[in-house]
């Protein structure tokens, strides 16, 4: 990432307009096009004060990369971390953290550039009581929450503990943004593979959501507390074929609607187990168009076709077992796509 791409992100995530953004640093709006464009770079002054402004450190925009456990990089390493009950995958921009501890289970939501992420979300459930908490923070900082969440919210990510995770998992964040392929050029199972490879993120109206997909394994944190708690982090092989996308088996399921009776309410943890790749189901020109609605018991099995019904030239539906779901292959909430 080139410091001019720095800059837009911080200027993006702060909602400021190029023009606000050079008076709070003393220049113009055609300056701050310049710098983002790579045409110039801000005199080293004004790099530490956007430092301070922002809350990151001066390394963290003048360099090209830090430090990720593997020297073979000059770059921030994406992966996918794993030690027993524990899993976190973690992009540039975000982090996500997956706990099974016996009696709980637990999912943690970390959000900021490259080294400095902080919690935005928490939830944790008594599988015995069935009962969740959680908490969040939306972009104005304001926290909901079931309970006194103010010294949670707000905690800095320990990358130091991924020096003892193994990672499973290495990706990099594409850098040169190639357009990505329509409908005619490439087909459903290009598009829907392509399309949804990478980091979705957004906090808004009541809602905070982020998924990360990368080789055929979504890793999700969602949460709509406020009236109608509803909570639902997974981790789960979706594989792409010809006409939509097969839905696997399901390694971690962290799911409550209000009071937990709702049919797809289930928690369960499969963190321990190895994880494979979804095997797509044989049948008539390779598919048989089965969909059984319903998880098999605990130990999250799934066999559901999210099948095309309708798409353009940049959009595809797919629909599984009466929802719907549309993938764009322009998506405003797509903060991250990967190599």
């Known amino acids: 990432m080139t410091l001019g791409n720095k800059i837009l992100e911080l200027r993006a995530r702060s909602g400021l307009s190029q023009e606000d953004f050079g008076e709070l640093f003393g220049t113009t709006r055609q300056t701050v096009s310049r710098w983002e464009l790579d045409l110039a770079v801000p005199e080293i002054q004004k790099i530490v004060q956007m ?4 809350g990151v450190t001066t390394d963290s925009l003048i ?3 830090i430090s990720t456990f593997d020297g073979s990089y000059n ?5 996918v971390y794993r030690r027993k009950d524990t899993l976190i995958v973690e992009t540039e921009r975000l982090a996500i953290v997956y706990l099974d501890r016996g009696d709980t289970l637990c999912a943690e939501l970390y959000e900021g550039l490259r080294e400095n992420k902080s919690l935005r979300g928490r939830a944790e459930y008594d599988l015995k009581n069935k009962k969740a908490k959680y908490a969040y923070s939306d972009d104005g900082g304001k926290i909901t929450a079931n309970f006194e969440a103010s010294g949670v ?3 800095k990510f320990d990358r130091k503990q991924l020096d003892s995770m193994k990672r ?3 990706f990099l964040a594409e850098r040169d943004k190639k357009p990505l392929p329509t409908v005619p050029e490439a087909g459903f199972k290009t598009c829907l593979t392509k399309w949804r490879t990478g980091t979705r993120f957004y906090c808004r109206d009541g809602v905070i959501f982020a998924s990360v997909y990368i080789n055929g394994f979504e890793y999700a944190f969602h949460m709509v507390p406020l009236n109608q708690e509803n909570i639902y982090c997974s981790v789960i092989a979706v594989e792409a074929f010809e006409l939509g996308t097969c839905v696997g088996t399901q390694y971690f399921r962290l799911r409550n609607f209000g009071d937990n009776s709702a049919k797809f309410a289930q928690s369960f943890s499969n963190l321990n187990e190895p994880f494979e790749r979804v095997s797509l189901p044989t049948g008539e020109n390779g598919i048989k168009f089965e969909q059984n609605d319903c998880i098999r018991g605990s ?4 066999r559901a076709l999210e099948s095309v019904k309708r798409y353009g030239t940049d959009w595809i539906t797919v629909t599984n077992c009466g929802d719907e779901l549309t993938y764009l292959r322009d998506d405003r909430d797509m903060i991250e796509r990967f190599e």
């Open 75 to 79: 770059r921030f390493v994406c992966g």
């Open 153 to 155: 919210i707000g905690r």
């Open 63 to 65: 360099s090209d990369g």
């Open 299 to 302: 130990a999250g099995k799934i």
């Open 51 to 54: 430092a301070r402004t922002f």
């Open 168 to 170: 499973t998992d290495t």
